[in-house]
């Protein structure tokens, strides 16, 4: 268990509306991932974290936005919900232990938008 | 850029029976290489790791061998058991001994019957 908590676990919206979710973490870990899962594509990489407000844009990071301003959360907003941004959200840490660098992964949040 | 490849699923096998699961990939440089599983409904665990050529990963009875001179990472496992039913993603990340910037496959859903 490496301390990953997201809020909230599922969400209906509706297009247009802003939608933001929190991924939180207990243990001081400077990286922070979020990612959406789709069928068929897998995990993509919307945002990562390398610090307090200190972002970078992943693989599809159009029409989300992130913020860290502390250690322990990692927020993604979604501006204006579109239906293709119907999808489970992942939050993921990484950090170096006995085994190397691993990532760890939250519990999800499904979220459908109408 | 990176990319990895899976076999596509779904694969159903009886319980006992012998698993492979296909993974090739493309990058440059030295990746480290991993196996993810995700059980119904919870987030990505990493079940097994391989940070440089000819290093095998083993986990709870699955192993990996990371093969550069044919870029694969399959994963495999003697005989399987009902409660390996799960999603299995194989990911890279570019940096040898990194987890960061993983790019994922897009997943082999294993169903294993009694």
């Known amino acids: 268990d490496a301390g990953i908590t997201q809020s909230p676990r599922h969400k209906v919206t509706e297009t247009g509306t802003p939608v933001t979710l929190r991924c939180h973490q207990t243990e001081n870990h400077r990286y922070m991932y979020w990612y959406r899962q789709d069928p068929g594509h897998g995990l993509r990489l919307i945002h990562y974290?390398?610090?307090?407000?200190?972002?970078d844009k992943g693989e599809v990071s159009d029409g989300y936005s992130v913020s860290r301003s502390k250690t322990e959360d990692f927020l993604l907003t979604l501006e204006s919900a579109t239906s293709s941004q119907t999808s489970v959200y992942f939050c993921a840490i990484s950090f170096m232990n006995g085994a190397g660098e691993t990532q760890y992964f939250g519990p999800g949040t499904r979220l459908l938008v109408l | 850029g990176n990319s990895v490849t899976q076999m596509e699923g779904p694969v159903t096998l009886s319980e006992e029976a012998f698993l492979t699961i296909n993974c090739t990939y493309t990058?440059?440089?030295?990746?480290?290489l991993f196996w993810y599983v995700q059980y119904p409904g919870e987030g990505l665990q990493l079940l097994l790791k391989?940070?440089?050529?000819?290093d095998k990963g083993s986990n709870k009875g699955f192993e990996a061998t990371y093969r550069k001179e044919t870029t694969s990472f399959h994963l495999e496992k003697g005989s399987v058991q009902v409660s390996d039913s799960a999603v299995y993603f194989c990911a890279l990340s570019d940096l040898s001994g990194s987890a960061r910037q993983l790019t994922f496959g897009s997943g082999t859903q294993l169903t294993v019957l009694p």
């Open positions: 391989a940070t440089k050529a000819d």
């Open positions: 974290s390398y610090g307090v407000k200190d972002t």
């Open positions: 990058a440059t440089g030295y990746p480290s």
